[in-house]
């Protein structure tokens, strides 16, 4: 079998799966999200947190809510990073430096995952468990919250409230993300990944040598990393490590795991407001993006230019040799096209065209399917502004979903769009400006930039992932970058329960003769246009100057 047929095949099997969840699972988070009876256990917790579940609150409330969990998830992942070598089985490792530190915790708390270290030589098993792993669930769950709200604020009619966000945290928490990961650790355990708090060990190599590393829980933690697309892997190398990422068949997991849950959101959110179709057709948007994606990647990694790799079918320098060019590529595409930023081979090796689209994927908000609750609030704010574009094309108000897109409406989505374009090329622009930028950079010229671009792009996007090529641990980098996570992150979530709020309030607009329908492959077709040239038209002069550069020379 060819790399390319391979691929096709790996993609089908994944794409197969996805739609065969699409109905259940999208169902049963429909409940989640609106059943009013709350078990045992949530209502110890909500006792405990002094919290009145059947009390809704106004969007500002809310806010609110998401913000003080969040800021109170940074102290304390930043404390037990700096209390490291007092707490039990910190196998002696030293408190983790201020700056460090810092990026980190908002790192993981963004649901970025952003690595500045090398985790089994940096971390203790109770940070990498009790702090790590535990924001890989609720920030995951905070981003769900949020999209919950913005599609109540669709669904509501004369409201002020928009659900509860503690209700909507743990409940997703709970019945989500720790049934679903449970089950993902054990099948990545019987594919090989380890599970232990053992101390420091040594194992053979394949070429008969020896290597000395920490251990851990690292399929509790792949589990979830994956399936909340949150990316930090417990080993320096992701889900390249054997011991995280076994063999081909948890690889292919592991991409599930990825996109599961953002791509069946949409049936959730037609279901909450009434319309199974307007579900299909978002999440057709975010199919159309993919495919296209994972297209024009697999096809630069299979067709490199130069010798060796035609001699060999395929560029394969940095690609992970256990799974092949073409599954190395897919892994890439949806980790980027996600929220995800795990990796399983090297994005700075990729060909200049191929490193490009990964840049690209996130470029365009990470929507296709985008991570867990921001790829569907995302893409949901890209929805409000065709319709507002449409709108303007025919000379009457829009609307979409039986609510009015005025001036309060499109101000914040297009605030939304605005905010992570001005954090990257802001970043990216104050790196090459400062001797501090510079002098991490180990390449020059076009890829020097796009290692640059990269890693803005990434933080302000909430992924994780990275060029090599750039030395990010410094305090340049940590706190730059770190600024952009925390900034990437809550701006926009502030700007979507604003515009869920204001939704929420209107009385339903009357369809008439001159609406848009939300539901035809016309609508689908604009949604993914409006999308692809907004990051075009935003992003073309830095890509041309980067990977496009790069790749035309």
């Known amino acids: 079998m060819t790399p390319a047929l391979a691929g096709i095949v790996f993609i089908g099997s994944l794409l197969s799966a996805l739609a065969l969840c699409y109905r259940p699972l999208g169902d049963y988070m429909y409940r989640v999200y609106t059943g009013t009876r709350h078990s045992r256990v949530e209502r110890v917790i909500f006792r405990l947190l002094g919290v009145r579940p059947d009390t809704e609150q106004r969007w500002s409330v809310y806010a609110r809510g998401v913000l003080a969990f969040s800021v109170l998830s940074i102290l304390f992942l930043y404390g037990l990073q700096r209390l490291q070598s007092h707490l039990f089985l910190s196998l002696d490792m030293r408190p983790v430096e201020p700056p460090l530190a810092w990026n980190t915790a908002v790192s993981f708390v963004t649901n970025t995952n952003w690595q500045a270290y090398a985790g089994e030589a940096t971390m203790g098993h109770v940070v990498q468990t009790a702090g790590l792993a535990v924001q890989n669930f609720v920030s995951a769950a905070v981003g769900m919250a949020v999209a919950m709200a913005l599609v109540r604020g669709f669904a509501r009619t004369k409201s002020d409230t928009l659900g509860n966000f503690w209700v909507d945290l743990v409940r997703g928490t709970l019945r989500i993300l720790l049934p679903i990961a449970f089950v993902a650790a054990v099948l990545l355990v019987a594919g090989g990944a380890i599970q232990t708090f053992a101390g420091h060990g040594t194992w053979t190599t394949l070429t008969g040598g020896e290597q000395t590393f920490t251990p851990g829980a690292v399929a509790s933690q792949e589990a979830i990393k994956?399936?909340?697309?949150?990316?930090?892997?417990?080993?320096?190398?992701?889900?390249?490590?054997?011991?995280?990422?076994?063999?081909?068949?948890?690889?292919?997991?592991?991409?599930?795991?990825?996109?599961?849950?953002?791509?069946?959101?949409?049936?959730?959110?037609?279901?909450?407001v009434g319309d199974d179709r307007q579900g299909y057709a978002i999440v057709s948007v975010m199919a159309i993006i993919a495919i296209l994606s994972i297209g024009v990647t697999g096809w630069a990694e299979l067709s490199a230019g130069g010798t060796v790799p035609q001699a060999v079918g395929a560029a394969m320098e940095g690609r992970e040799a256990r799974f092949g060019t073409s599954n190395s590529a897919l892994f890439a595409s949806a980790t980027t096209l996600t929220s995800t930023g795990a990796v399983d081979s090297a994005h700075d090796s990729y060909t200049a065209i191929g490193g490009g689209m990964l840049i690209f994927n996130m470029l365009l908000g990470e929507v296709a399917p985008g991570g867990v609750g921001a790829g569907l609030y995302g893409i949901l704010i890209l929805a409000v502004i065709t319709v507002f574009v449409a709108g303007l094309m025919v000379g009457r108000t829009p609307d979409y979903l039986g609510k009015r897109i005025g001036a309060r409406e499109i101000k914040l989505a297009s605030l939304y769009f605005l905010v992570t374009p001005a954090l990257v090329l802001v970043g990216t622009a104050v790196a090459m400006a400062t001797e501090a930028g510079r002098a991490a950079m180990l390449n020059g010229g076009p890829h020097g930039l796009s290692e640059i671009l990269y890693a803005y792009t990434s933080a302000s996007n909430n992924n994780g992932s990275a060029f090599?090529?750039?030395?990010?641990?410094?305090?340049?980098?940590?706190?730059?970058?770190?600024?952009?996570?925390?900034?990437?992150?809550?701006?926009?979530?502030?700007?979507?329960?604003?515009?869920?709020?204001?939704?929420?309030?209107?009385?339903?607009?009357?369809?008439g003769a001159g609406t848009l329908p939300t539901h035809r492959p016309q609508f689908v077709g604009m949604v993914v246009g409006v999308t692809i040239i907004l990051v075009a038209l935003t992003f073309l002069p830095a890509l041309a100057l980067g990977p496009l550069a790069e790749g035309l020379s």
């Open 468 to 511: 090599a090529g750039v030395s990010v641990n410094t305090a340049f980098y940590n706190t730059t970058l770190g600024l952009c996570m925390a900034f990437g992150r809550f701006v926009p979530i502030v700007l979507v329960l604003a515009l869920a709020g204001a939704l929420a309030k209107q009385a339903p607009v009357p369809v």
């Open 226 to 272: 994956d399936l909340g697309t949150n990316g930090g892997g417990f080993f320096n190398v992701n889900s390249a490590h054997p011991f995280e990422n076994p063999t081909a068949w948890t690889n292919w997991l592991t991409i599930l795991l990825m996109t599961v849950i953002a791509s069946c959101l949409p049936r959730t959110f037609g279901r909450m």
